[in-house]
């Protein structure tokens, strides 16, 4: 007989439980969606060199686990499905040097995985505040770090669900301006490229994004982080952007697809998934990062149900907001 996960609460589109990804692997309700999962999408715990309070892996320990857990995890994806991981920077304790762990747990997941990296990302927080501090604000012996690492993978490099036409940024100014003149600077390049008129004044209702995703991430969450203030729930402390979890959505899934955060934390990706129409799986070991999730679900309250009256205080504050 197979572990049973808790369940926090559902809405018309997703469900959210309180247990780890291991348990619920071994668990009959991840057998339901083995094979049926389009994207994984998820920041685990990234890999600190220093301990914690709350009981990080360091080293080796934490590259052995991270591989095996996120390689059983990706049985969940369907032929089709993608992998997207976001991994933040690492320093050596005691030193102005950084750790390629990060690299090392990129290495270790494709080698246990087989999985293709069909491209890096770059997610960058131009408001982070400076870090780490000690030689940054007190040394002042290296800039302040403001990017994390995010890897898209999958089984192949021909994802037929990628396309970035779905994700187009506005043009600029300048682009607006030339595609009302209609006319571009054509010629030879010193790199040797021949360019044309043709191509460069089509409107395609948009520009192709880059792989550096930069968001402020400053006023993201004031929702979630006053509904948590209002129920004296503890914010959790590194929380996805929405802009990220909203970008990979729009790329890698349609409407109807399924997106499950493995390390769910806050329920973001969750969030994102239900405002877009997709449905959703969240794997989360505290109950109280969940409880206060539900400050990110205020808009579909009337759809969310609970069972033996988990958070049923939670649940029926949120339908009179």
């Not at 990628?162 to 003149?181: I, Q, T």
């Not at 579909?300 to 205080?313: K, L, M, P």
Request: charged residues 25%.
């Amino acid at each position: 007989m197979l572990a049973e996960p808790r369940m926090a609460f559902k809405t018309g589109l997703g469900t959210a439980y309180v247990t780890s990804v291991e348990e619920f692997l071994e668990s009959d309700d991840s057998h339901i969606f083995r094979g049926k999962v389009d994207l994984l999408l998820t920041s685990p715990p990234f890999p600190l060199r220093a301990k914690k309070a709350y009981g990080n892996m360091e080293g080796q320990e934490y590259l052995d686990w991270l591989s095996k857990v996120i390689s059983d995890a990706t049985e969940m994806l369907s032929v089709e499905g993608s992998l997207v991981l976001e991994i933040g920077n690492s320093w050596d304790p005691g030193q102005p040097s950084m750790s390629l762990l990060p690299l090392q747990a990129l290495l270790a997941v494709v080698e246990e995985t087989g999985f293709t990296v069909c491209q890096q990302f770059i997610c960058h927080n131009p408001a982070r505040l400076p870090g780490p501090a000690q030689w940054v604000t007190v040394n002042r012996m290296r800039m302040k770090d403001t990017y994390t690492h995010v890897w898209w993978l999958a089984r192949s490099p021909w994802v037929k669900k990628a396309d970035n036409r779905k994700v187009l940024a506005p043009y600029s100014d300048s682009m607006k301006r030339l595609l009302k003149r209609k006319s571009y600077n054509s010629g030879l390049r010193p790199s040797g490229h021949q360019l044309s008129d043709q191509g460069f004044v089509k409107d395609h209702g948009g520009s192709i994004p880059s792989n550096v995703l930069s968001f402020a991430n400053t006023s993201d969450d004031k929702n979630y982080v006053a509904w948590c203030k209002e129920r004296g729930v503890k914010a959790h402390p590194a929380r996805m952007p929405r802009q990220l979890a909203q970008f990979f959505i729009d790329f890698l899934t349609d409407e109807g697809d399924l997106v499950w955060d493995s390390f769910a934390g806050s329920l973001t990706t969750a969030s994102v998934a239900e405002s877009a129409n997709r449905r959703w799986l969240a794997t989360e070991m505290s109950e109280e990062y969940l409880r206060g999730s539900l400050g990110r679900f205020i808009p579909f309250a009337q759809y969310i149900e609970s069972s033996d009256h988990f958070f049923e205080n939670e649940i029926e504050a949120l339908r009179k907001m």
